[in-house]
T-cell receptor, first 113, second 115 residues
Framework: AQTVTQSQPEMSVQEAETVTLSCTYD???????LFWYKQPPSRQMILVIR??????QNATENRFSVNFQKAAKSFSLKISDSQLGDTAMYFC??????????FGDGTTLTVKP | EAGVAQSPRYKIIEKRQSVAFWCNPI?????LYWYQQILGQGPKLLIQ????????DSQLPKDRFSAERLKGVDSTLKIQPAKLEDSAVYLC?????????????FGQGTRLTVV
């Protein structure tokens, strides 16, 4: 069975600063994908960034980047130059073959002005 | 492109009543998911369809929950009878082909309160 653990239920950061959200997972699969999704208050969940497990290079999308440590089964999200619109709940998710997703319980991020 | 549509947005029912949720996925998406998201937790997969066939329903409480996907497009999720612990947001999502690298697109969810 796959598990995803997000150990930080809540975090806060000052606007324009950098914050890192942690995620660890457990699986026996050798090939899989990891995702970070963002769920703003009262709005739908959207994809932030994805990482292929067999790629060593960390994915980046503008201000968002990941630190993927396959041996440690760690997949953290770094948000640079935090903006007020980044305030949301962030979910780490894990996809196996056939697209079955397992989500963590989320980290609520508050960006303070 | 139009996103995943869900209705209703909110529903309040008494325990032991029945309720149904509707989802219209993104056009052309073969895979449709129903998730249950209890307050403070991550989404939990209830059922996954590939076209109109069920791929995974291992976590669907089949004694009270049922789901169907007519003609491989729209889907309905039904709860009968509802229990207090069914209070949650029910999320519908769709993806192009359900492979491990494809992004899931989510609807806004239906918030169910069972009193």
């Amino acid at each position: 069975a796959q598990t995803v653990t997000q150990s930080q239920p809540e975090m806060s950061v000052q606007e324009a600063e950098t914050v890192t959200l942690s995620c660890t997972y457990d699986t026996s699969e050798s090939n899989y994908y990891l995702f970070w999704y963002k769920q703003p208050p009262s709005r739908q969940m959207i994809l932030v960034i994805r990482q292929e497990a067999y790629k060593q290079q960390n994915a980046t999308e503008n201000r968002f980047s990941v630190n993927f440590q396959k041996a440690a089964k760690s997949f953290s999200l770094k948000i640079s130059d935090s903006q007020l619109g980044d305030t949301a709940m962030y979910f780490c998710a894990f996809n196996t073959n056939a697209g079955k997703s397992t989500f963590g319980d989320g980290t609520t991020l508050t960006v303070k002005p | 492109e139009a996103g995943v549509a869900q209705s209703p947005r909110y529903k309040i029912i008494e325990k032991r009543q029945s309720v149904a949720f509707w989802c219209n996925p993104i056009s052309g998406h073969a895979t449709l998911y129903w998730y249950q998201q209890i307050l403070g937790q991550g989404p939990k997969l209830l059922i996954q369809f590939q076209n109109n066939g069920v791929v995974d329903d291992s976590q669907l409480p089949k004694d009270r929950f049922s789901a169907e996907r007519l003609k491989g497009v729209d889907s309905t999720l039904k709860i009968q009878p509802a229990k207090l612990e069914d209070s949650a947001v029910y999320l519908c999502a769709s993806s192009l082909d359900g492979s491990e690298n494809t992004e899931a697109f989510f609807g806004q969810g239906t918030r169910l309160t069972v009193v």
